[in-house]
């Protein structure tokens, strides 16, 4: 049986499910993955990431490495190219790729989430709002991004066509707002935006899995709104990541049944 050694890295990536998910999907592709975590300090990363290419066969990453591992590779790939940022790294042939904005849309997807010409808003333009806010443009959104520093925000509205840059969240509905800033990771009473904003939404998502439920999406629960949480988007790009790896072709069926399965096991 095929057996791949991958691993990720980060700046903290102690608490990561990465290897928990990689190993389940590679087991059910039929082939198998050694899959560790790698933490690695800002002052260090220049001299630890040569050595990755020559101890593995890929490796996905997390922040703050999605732009300065790009300057280590030969060659950008699709969502790679566009997004300038890149969350997975296949060490034959140096290439990198994003799989981060295909997993975001098929657990849209997978929810049953049309966005198609409805008002969303992002928050947070850094390379998860904008790769998300690429992504919801894609799909026929209207987009308005938000960042406490709005010099950001305006950066991505000038990068892709279809999304707007404002300032204020409160002046009118939305149908679908994402939390795309990590506020209310560490501190489960913070919430990048108040329950009148939620209030007024269908659908809170939150690309923090842990807690599980924020503050930002307990406010849109509370007010009787669909709220998912990071795990599915995780869980689908770590999917993709493997189809990469494997040079496996993508199934969307075959994604969602895997999603299921591991839910029924591993939670
Ligand atoms: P990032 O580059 O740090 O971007 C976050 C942006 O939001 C920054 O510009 C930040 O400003 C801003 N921000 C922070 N708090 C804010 C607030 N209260 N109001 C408005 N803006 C605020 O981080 P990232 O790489 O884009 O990741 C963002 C989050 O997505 C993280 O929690 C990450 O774990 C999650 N993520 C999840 C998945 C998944 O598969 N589920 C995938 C990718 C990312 P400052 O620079 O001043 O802090």
């Keep these: 049986m095929k057996n791949l050694t991958l691993t990720v ?48 066969d890929g490796f996905n990453v997390t922040i703050p490495y999605k732009i300065p591992v790009m300057a280590h590779l030969e060659k950008l790939v699709g969502d790679a190219e566009v997004l300038g940022a890149v969350n997975t790294v296949k060490t034959a042939g140096r290439q990198g790729f994003n799989t981060d904005g295909d997993g975001f849309v098929l657990s ?30 894609g799909l026929g959104a209207s987009v308005d991004i938000f960042d406490r520093h ?8 000038n990068s892709f066509n279809g999304i707007n840059a404002v300032t204020d969240i409160n002046e009118k509905p939305y149908f679908f707002i994402v939390n795309a800033t990590g ?13 009148s904003v939620l209030s ?9 899995y842990s807690p599980p439920k924020s503050k930002f999406l307990r406010f849109a629960e509370e007010s009787g709104k669909k709220i998912i ?27 969602r049944e895997l999603y299921f399965e591991y839910l029924k096991v591993k939670k």
């Design 229 to 255: 949480n990071g795990f599915p988007m995780l869980f689908y790009q770590a999917y993709f990541s493997e189809c990469i790896y494997s040079d496996l072709p993508l199934d969307f069926g075959v994604a």
């Design 9 to 56: 890295i980060g700046k903290n990536v102690e608490n990561s499910l990465s290897p928990s998910v990689h190993e389940f999907i590679a087991q059910k592709l039929g082939y198998s993955v050694n899959y560790k975590k790698i933490s690695i300090a800002e002052n260090d990363f220049d001299g630890k990431i040569e050595k990755l290419f020559s101890d593995f």
């Design 108 to 137: 849209l997807k997978a929810e049953g989430i049309d966005v198609k010409n409805t008002q969303t808003l992002v928050l947070g333009a850094g390379g998860a709002g904008r790769c998300v806010a690429k992504k919801l443009s």
């Design 150 to 157: 709005f010099d950001k925000a305006l950066q991505v509205s």
């Design 183 to 195: 506020c209310g990771m560490r501190s489960i009473d913070d919430s990048p935006a108040p329950i």
């Design 200 to 208: 007024q939404c269908e659908v809170a998502y939150d690309l923090i």
